[in-house]
T-cell receptor, first 110, second 114 residues
Framework: GQSLEQPSEVTAVEGAIVQINCTYQTSGFYGLSWYQQHDGGAPTFLSYNALDGLEETGRFSSFLSRSDSYGYLLLQELQMKDSASYFC???????????FGRGTSLIVHP | DTGVSQDPRHKITKRGQNVTFRCDPI?????LYWYRQTLGQGPEFLTYFQNEAQLEKSRLLSDRFSAERPKGSFSTLEIQRTEQGDSAMYLC????????????FGQGTRLTVV
């Protein structure tokens, strides 16, 4: 099977930098994705890492270490609108079906 | 709007009734997923289709649940003899191709079983 671990909640202030960690267990790993979900909204895709290293997309960056089965999402210059749940999702086990973690609730304070 | 659409957005039903939800994926997307999400949890995989073929179902999926995608376009998810534990948000997502890593989600159908 597949499993993921991520913190349940992270708090930060506007303008700060926050890192949300994700560790996973799976066989036949393909890649790790990150999704954002606002309350009452649909999950929206943020990033995907298949290879080790850092991928940067604007204020958001995502990192992967395959050897450590670990990744993180880095959010810079936090804004109030970044308050949301963030999910890591692993693709592995022989299929490209995203398996999601339980999510991290990010609360951004003024 | 060319995104993934789901209907209805909300459904309240009495225990024991059958319910059916519909998902219209992005038109050129050939892979379609159904997920269930409860409060404070991540989306939980239920089943997926590659075109009209249902290729995988979660072991957690009760036989009261059935899904179809008859023409490889829209899909329906039916729950028979609903139970209170079925109360959840049911999310549909689609991707272009079988190795496309970006899934597009609909707004979901929130089911409440009373």
């Amino acid at each position: 099977g597949q499993s993921l671990e991520q913190p349940s909640e992270v708090t930060a202030v506007e303008g700060a930098i926050v890192q949300i960690n994700c560790t996973y267990q799976t066989s036949g790993f393909y890649g790790l994705s990150w999704y954002q979900q606002h309350d009452g909204g649909a999950p929206t895709f943020l990033s995907y890492n298949a290879l080790d290293g850092l991928e940067e997309t604007g204020r958001f960056s995502s990192f992967l270490s395959r050897s450590d089965s670990y990744g993180y999402l880095l959010l810079q210059e936090l804004q109030m609108k970044d308050s949301a749940s963030y999910f890591c999702a692993v693709m592995g086990g022989g299929s490209y079906i995203p398996t999601f973690g339980r999510g991290t609730s990010l609360i951004v304070h003024p | 709007d060319t995104g993934v659409s789901q209907d209805p957005r909300h459904k309240i039903t009495k225990r024991g009734q059958n319910v059916t939800f519909r998902c219209d994926p992005i038109s050129e997307h050939n892979r379609l997923y159904w997920y269930r999400q409860t409060l404070g949890q991540g989306p939980e995989f239920l089943t997926y289709f590659q075109n009209e073929a249902q290729l995988e179902k979660s072991r957690l999926l009760s036989d009261r649940f059935s899904a179809e995608r008859p023409k490889g376009s829209f899909s329906t998810l039916e729950i028979q003899r609903t139970e209170q534990g079925d109360s959840a948000m049911y999310l549909c997502a689609s991707t272009l191709g079988d190795r496309n890593t970006e899934a597009f989600f609909g707004q979901g159908t929130r089911l409440t079983v009373v």
